[in-house]
């Protein structure tokens, strides 16, 4: 079964409206962390917003905030008041710890392609 | 956080050769990773690279063909050695922060001819 699922691989904004990007996890772990990352066309990756599997309110980070639904596994990015800038690729991870091998990984979903229409 | 200075940014390679890739932290920090995002790809992990150890490859890569060094708490290279147009991919080099917050360089975009 995949880690991280974005089934949605394009989605359209209007300039200035809120945008859900869906994220859903499989993990049997307690502890995890949950990350948002925005890579525009330049191609570096911009970390955007993290949520940890014990945090009980949803994480926010200025017009970011992460919708965390811990029984479902889903972690959506709201986007609120869409800028032009938003256009991009954004990808939703989670870090696992391997406890018996002393590592952590973090595995990325295959992504969303936000573009805002002026 | 952690800023992430890679270089370099981008290169254009004949097959065969080796291309070896910088990453500088501004901290220091223990966890520094490496990624290959291939063309319209999400992010791939190819290695862990923690100080005073070796690196710890995922399946699928493996050390002749993408050795790493990590010499101090700062930096980090990935050596992507005898290429071809396979390897032709974005590479980025990540560190984790206290917080375990994952920062990325800018990548480097090579193309092997």
């Known amino acids: 079964a995949q880690k991280i699922t974005q089934t949605q691989p394009g989605m359209f904004v209007q300039e200035k409206e809120a945008v859900t990007l869906d994220c859903t996890y499989d993990?049997?772990?307690?502890?995890?962390?949950l990350f948002w990352y925005k890579q525009p066309s330049s191609g570096e990756m911009i970390f955007l917003i993290y949520q940890g599997s014990y945090d009980e309110q949803n994480a926010t980070e200025g017009r970011y905030s992460l919708n965390f639904q811990k029984a479902r596994k889903s972690a959506n990015l709201v986007i609120s008041a869409s800028q032009l800038g938003d256009s991009a690729m954004y990808f939703c991870a989670m870090r696992e710890v391997y406890y018996s091998g002393g590592y952590q990984k973090v595995t990325f979903g295959t992504g969303t392609k936000l573009q805002v229409i002026p | 956080s952690a800023v992430i200075s890679q270089k370099p940014s981008r290169d254009i390679c004949q097959r065969g050769t080796s291309l070896t890739i910088q990453c500088q932290v501004d901290?220091?920090?223990?966890?520094m990773f490496w990624y290959r995002q291939q063309p319209g790809q999400s992010l791939t992990l190819i290695a862990t690279?923690?100080?005073?150890?070796?690196?710890?490859?995922e399946s699928g890569f493996v050390i002749d063909k993408f050795p790493i060094s990590r010499p101090n708490l700062t930096f980090s290279t990935l050596t992507v050695s005898n290429m071809s147009p396979e390897d032709s991919s974005i590479y980025l080099c990540?560190?984790?922060?206290?917080?375990?917050?994952?920062?990325f360089g800018a990548g480097t975009r090579l193309s092997v001819l």
């Open positions: 901290s220091q920090v223990t966890m």
């Open positions: 993990t049997s772990d307690q502890s995890y962390g």
């Open positions: 990540s560190a984790q922060d206290r917080q375990n917050i994952q920062y």
């Open positions: 690279a923690n100080q005073g150890s070796e690196a710890t490859y």
